[in-house]
C-alpha cells in the first residue's frame, strides 16, 4: 500500500542548531514533493516545492533535498529560532492531480 | 488579500442534521479540495475540483458530498452527519492542480454527537 512516513517524535533542537526532518514514501512515484508548516489550529502553511529531476531547493534559512532513488526528501531549517517551532509536513502528488500529505512531524526551538 | 474563507469555523451539532461548510477562495484558482485532519492519520483528502462543474473524489469520501457551480465556491456537504464525522475540515485551492503549492483555509472544526 502507498505511504508517506514523517517520524511521529517531536523534534526538540536548540536555538541556532540545524534542523533536519525525513520523509519517506513508498510505492509512489511522485513528479512533485511540497513541504508545509502547520501551526496549532491553523491551516498548513506552503513552504518549498521540489520537483524529481531537482536535488535540491533552497528558501532562505530552508533547504529541501529529494532523492527519487531512496524515496526521501529531507527538510532542513538551518540556524533554528523559536518561532520555526511547528509541525512540518510533507506532501507529494500521486496522479489524477491528488495530494497526499504525511502526519507530520513536530519540532521545538528552545532557546 | 488572497485568502480561502471557510464558514463557520466551529460548529457542534447532532447526528442526521444536514450542514453545509462552505468554502471560496479569491485568486481566481482552478483546483479546489476539501481535506479532514484527524490526530494520528493526519491530512486526508475528501474530495477535489478541478474546474467548475468538475468533481472528484479523494481518499475519505464516503458521506460527504461536494458541488463547484462558481470557480471561487466550493461547499462541503454533510447529508446525513455521524459522529465519525466529527474532525478538523480543511479547505484549500490552487491555481491548476495538486502538483503546485495549496492555499489552505484556517480550518472548520466539525462536532457531530
Known amino acids: 500500500s502507498q505511504k508517506i512516513e514523517q517520524n511521529s517524535e517531536a523534534l526538540n533542537i536548540q536555538e541556532g542548531k540545524t534542523a533536519t526532518l525525513t520523509c519517506n514514501y513508498t510505492n509512489y512515484s511522485p513528479a512533485y514533493l511540497q513541504w508545509y508548516r502547520q501551526d496549532p489550529g491553523r491551516g498548513p502553511v506552503f513552504l518549498l516545492l521540489?520537483?524529481?529531476?531537482?536535488k535540491e531547493k533552497r528558501k532562505e534559512r530552508l533547504k529541501v533535498t529529494f532523492d527519487t532513488t531512496l524515496k526521501q526528501s529531507l527538510f532542513h531549517i538551518t540556524a533554528s529560532q523559536p518561532a520555526d517551532s511547528a509541525t512540518y509536513l510533507c506532501?507529494?502528488?500521486?496522479?489524477?492531480?491528488?495530494?497526499?500529505f504525511g502526519k507530520g512531524n513536530q519540532v521545538v526551538v528552545i532557546p | 488579500e488572497a485568502q480561502v474563507t471557510q464558514n463557520p469555523r466551529y460548529l457542534i451539532t447532532v447526528t442526521g442534521k444536514k450542514l453545509t461548510v462552505t468554502c471560496s477562495q479569491n485568486?481566481?484558482?482552478?483546483?479546489m479540495s476539501w481535506y479532514r485532519q484527524d490526530p494520528g492519520l493526519g491530512l486526508r483528502q475528501i474530495y477535489y475540483?478541478?474546474?467548475?462543474?468538475?468533481?472528484d473524489k479523494g481518499d475519505v469520501p464516503e458521506g460527504y458530498k461536494v458541488s463547484r457551480k462558481e470557480k471561487r465556491n466550493f461547499p462541503l456537504i454533510l447529508e446525513s452527519p455521524s459522529p465519525n464525522q466529527t474532525s478538523l475540515y480543511f479547505c484549500?485551492?490552487?491555481?491548476?492542480?495538486?502538483?503546485?503549492?495549496?492555499?489552505f483555509g484556517d480550518g472548520t472544526r466539525l462536532s457531530i454527537l
Open positions: 475540483s478541478m474546474n467548475v462543474e468538475v468533481t
Open positions: 506532501a507529494l502528488d500521486y496522479g489524477n492531480n491528488r495530494l497526499a
Open positions: 521540489i520537483r524529481e529531476n531537482e
Open positions: 485568486m481566481n484558482h482552478e483546483y
Open positions: 484549500a485551492s490552487s491555481f491548476t492542480g495538486g502538483n503546485q503549492p495549496q492555499h
